[in-house]
DNA sequence: TGTGAACGCGCG
DNA sequence: AAAGCGCGCGTTCACA
């Protein structure tokens, strides 16, 4: 059923078999780091969940070595969880002085150093079939431990209020820390070649770190012309800020958008010198040559890194890039690249939360924001989008403003779902999301602002900070609600895609070379869309396990409630040509 | 010489 | 066209 993974310090794993409560229910074992991945591989017939600290840290061991695994329970991420959910406050979990679990995980999915000792994993443990010390130690009486940390993640959710939404949800985040080191392990396809090329021809020619390609030493000197400063430094915001105001252009920032507003000699060069010094620093020869490591692109990903949920990445600024360079991401020979992004997800995961069925049918079959045009609500679809990100993102002026109230009679329940949240945060509340993740509460100096606008001594400034700041966290959680959701939807769509693919039957008979090299297997993930790197044979069924599994996904988080997720899917060589 | 804030911009 | 959510990262510059 359950299979408890620690490392000791010398860099031995333990194996715990554990019952449905968590109970010991068979010896313990010791392998060697050697001997380990052939021990979860034979195990894995049976599809046991293994249960450990982190992830990142032991999976990458089994990936090394060609195995990977069905199911997991992270207990690092799912402590997270438990640890803020509202679902959960009465449990010992939640109610608990903080702990090591509570503690951030070191930087670096390092193997040795972070080993649990024999003692961490008894410790506090009085089931049957356990050695080791048995009392001692340096943590509470209730125990440290993993064995003793899983039984009272299994009491939490037991006891929860929504028990069945809890352990979805707990699945799907374990299934996304395997995700993510697959991902990772497995790279995003990437010609340097190509990119290379792209580079040169917007920038010229390769030169030396630290001197400007050709075209944009081209534009500063065109810049420096048009203002009249032949020693300007472009790159400096102080220099173009004082240059730009001796011109006579009155700008506040020397931010593109505002630029745009202005006519004069030195707009157009300069927001082109800003694009492309941009792509060199960002995305330009140096980061090639950090970041792409035999044709693939291999960011680590971090699950829960966000805290509504969503995932963050460390190095190489994965989720940001750009447009401009995905021409470079490109399918191995005789494979694709099958790209899929869930059409107005955060509108549609709105409805369904709030359980507004006009809304859900303004999406139905179609482009929700066009749907909400057909209905008559408003009259573009660019007004339709700008009214409903306003609505889930708390905008009070501008034209998204001025167009919520036709949007609030349309779609009551969505809208008041929204406001609602939000004014849970102005309160300093927390907020759930469909599956139970919670928002954090607002800190000491949120509190200490707020408690000082109620001193009878308080000053207009001081109700102007506090309201100010209330409604800064009240826009937090309206958002947090939508987001987080939204999330949830993402990791259990991911979740069952990997799921389906595995089962698909092996191309080739084994053996011979890593089954990323062979099977179709998931290499990008961006919040609300995945691509998946497979066999050109097998591409069309690809589309088909993508589709189905939005499908599930939506079920599995609001069951019967009538509301289409709709996927983009494109079957491409580069990433450029998807959508 | 190292550190961090401010700025700006990429993504959803 | 530029308000309103969540991020990561590179650059410059002030300050220790």
């Not at 009085?126 to 039984?151: I, L, S, V, W, Y």
């Not at 507003?261 to 140096?286: C, D, M, Q």
């Not at 949240?421 to 509190?447: F, Q």
Request: proline share 6%; net charge neutral; aromatic share 6%.
């Amino acid at each position: 059923m359950y299979l408890l993974v620690s490392r000791t310090n010398n860099g031995e794993l333990l194996v715990l078999p554990l019952g449905p409560e968590g109970e010991v229910s068979g010896p313990a074992l010791r392998l060697t780091s050697r001997d380990f991945p052939g021990y979860v591989c034979d195990q894995e017939a049976d599809r046991p969940r293994w249960v450990w600290e982190d992830t990142a840290r032991i999976y990458p061991l089994l990936l090394k070595a060609g195995v990977r695994v069905h199911r997991a329970h992270d207990l690092r991420l799912c402590h997270t969880i438990l640890r803020l959910s509202s679902l959960t406050q009465a449990s010992s979990l939640a109610r608990a002085e903080p702990s090591q679990w509570d503690r951030a995980p070191a930087l670096q999915p390092d193997a040795a150093a972070s080993g649990v000792t024999l003692f961490d994993l008894f410790d506090g443990d009085t089931g049957a079939g356990a050695e080791g010390p048995a009392e001692g130690g340096t943590d509470t009486a209730a125990g440290a431990g993993p064995q003793a940390e899983f039984r009272r993640q299994l009491d939490a959710v037991r006891a929860s209020t929504e028990p069945g939404r809890l352990r979805l949800l707990l699945a799907a985040e374990s299934a996304g820390a395997l995700i993510a080191a697959e991902m990772q392990f497995a790279g995003l396809p990437w010609r340097t070649d190509v990119h290379d090329a792209l580079l040169t021809r917007e920038l010229g020619a390769r030169v030396a770190p630290g001197i400007r390609p050709e075209r944009l030493e081209n534009l500063a000197r065109r810049i420096r012309d048009a203002l009249g400063e032949p020693g300007l430094n472009p790159d400096s915001q102080p220099d173009l800020m004082r240059a730009l105001q001796k011109a006579g252009l009155r700008v506040t920032s020397t931010r593109a958008w505002e630029l745009k507003e202005f006519t004069h000699p030195v707009i157009e060069p300069l927001l082109e010198y800003k694009k492309l010094s941009r792509l060199l620093s960002a995305n330009g020869w140096y980061w090639m040559d950090t970041w792409i490591v035999n044709g693939r692109f291999h960011p680590e990903y971090i699950p829960g890194g966000v805290v509504t949920g969503r995932w963050a990445t460390r190095g190489g600024g994965a989720l940001q890039l750009p447009k401009q360079v995905r021409g470079a991401v490109v399918a191995d020979a005789d494979w694709k690249l099958v790209v899929a992004d869930a059409a107005q997800l955060e509108p549609r995961i709105l409805a369904a939360l709030s359980g507004d069925t006009a809304m859900a049918q303004a999406g139905r079959g179609t482009d929700l924001y066009a749907g909400i045009v057909a209905g008559g609500v408003v009259e573009t679809r660019e007004h339709a989008k700008v009214a409903m990100l306003g609505a889930m993102y708390g905008a009070t002026s501008g034209e998204s403003g001025r167009l919520l109230p036709r949007l609030a009679k349309a779609f009551p329940r969505a809208l008041a779902l929204t406001e609602t949240a939000a004014r849970a945060g102005e309160r300093g509340e927390s907020v759930t999301t469909r599956l139970g993740r919670s928002s954090p509460r607002p800190g000491e100096r949120w509190l200490a602002t707020q408690a000082q606008a109620y001193d009878p001594g308080a000053t207009d400034a001081d109700e102007r900070r506090a309201r100010s700041q209330a409604r800064d966290w009240g826009r937090f959680t309206r958002n947090f609600i939508v987001q987080g959701s939204a999330a949830e939807w993402a990791l259990c769509w991911m979740a069952e895609v990997r799921r389906e693919l595995r089962m698909l039957p092996p191309c080739t008979p084994a053996a011979s070379g890593s089954e990323f090299d062979q099977a179709p297997h998931l290499v990008f993930f961006l919040h609300d869309e995945v691509m998946v790197h497979t066999p050109a044979a097998l591409a069309a069924t690809v589309e088909g396990i993508i589709r189905r599994a939005a499908d599930t996904a939506g079920r599995h988080l609001f069951a019967d409630f009538p509301v289409d997720f709709l996927l983009t899917v494109a079957t491409v060589d580069s990433y450029a040509q998807a959508k």
